[in-house]
Structures are given as C-alpha cells and as structure tokens.
C-alpha cells in the first residue's frame, strides 16, 4: 500500500484486489521506477502460507536486494494446516525447486505448534477434518468448552444456525469483541 499510494486503492477493496491488483501494481511501481529506495536487505515472512501466490512472489522477488533466488530471506508459517487461500497459491516445495540455486539464502520455518486454539478445539478439528500431521504441541490451556458441531444442508441453513449461535452468545453476555467467527469462503462470500 505505501508503494501503490492512496491514489492506487478502492474504496471498497475486493478479495481481487487484495491478491492480485494491489501486489500487481506495486509490482509495476518498482519496474517502473528501478532506482527506487523501496528494496530491502533481508525479507522476513510471516503467514507465508498464505502468500504463496505469484502476484505476491513477483513483488517479494523485486523488493528483495538480490531478489528470493540470492537474496537474504525467511518465511514462517503453517505449511500443512492454515492455508486458507490455496486457490491461485502453489505449494512451498514447488516455489522452493523453482528458485533454489547455488548461492540461495533462505530459510522456511515451519509451525508446528499451535497457540491460537484450546486442546479441545484442536482435537476436533483432527477428528472432523481429518488433521493430518496434527500440531506437535497445542500452547492454550484448555478452558474446559466442548465444541459442538453443527450440521447443515444449505448456505441459507448455515446462515441461520449461525445467527442463532451468535443470539445465545449475546444471551449469555459473551462480548461480540469476545467472538470471531472464521470461515474458508472470503470476505465477500461470507457476508451475505
């Protein structure tokens, strides 16, 4: 965004926008300005599983002294449990034989510990979605809820289960800044 500039963004950004154009455009910005001061000396990471998409790519490739096959970089992330953008991404093994060279500086960390979720809600998930690998070790103690799964048949279905999951929170005095509700689908998608 601070290459792009205020002028470059949308009102209303859509999930597009913020995987293909803005990445695009900053991209153009450096190509079109080759002594700009906006490359770095080393490139760190974070959420990388998220970012392995070429727009994303192209732009680290430029701003990166030396570009991602020499140049100094690192990328943290949940390779084999949190990519939650997969559409348009590659996975890390295939970008890594793509760039790797004599000379190549980088390093990929790999998550394996979960601090976000209680034991509970990562047993569920292994059990409903099949977690494979699972987290080495779960850092939030466990606060003693059960999960409770919800089945539904359509998105119309879906929405009203919800609605009534969020009503008996507010019933029983849970904060809406106390709640978040993640989904697979983007932005867009799960506001209807």
Known sequence: REIVGPAGMPDSPSQQFWDVELPEQ???????????????????????????????LDFFDLVLERGLA????????????????????????????????????????????????T?????SVRIFAGLKPGYKNVLRPDNQQDCKALFYDSDDEQQALLASVLQSYREDKIRADDTVVLSPKTDCASRR
């Open 70 to 117: 020499y140049g100094k970089w690192r990328m943290f992330g949940d390779f084999d449990n949190q990519m939650i953008f997969p559409q348009g991404s590659m996975s890390l093994d295939e970008y890594l034989a793509s760039i790797s060279k004599q000379g190549s500086n980088f390093s990929i960390g790999s998550l394996v510990l979960n601090c976000r979720n």
């Open 26 to 56: 900053a991209r153009n910005a450096l190509l079109d300005d080759p002594d700009s001061d906006m490359t770095v000396d080393q490139l760190i990471i974070d959420e990388g599983q998220d970012l392995l998409k070429p727009a994303f």
């Open 119 to 123: 034991p509970r809600i990562i047993d």
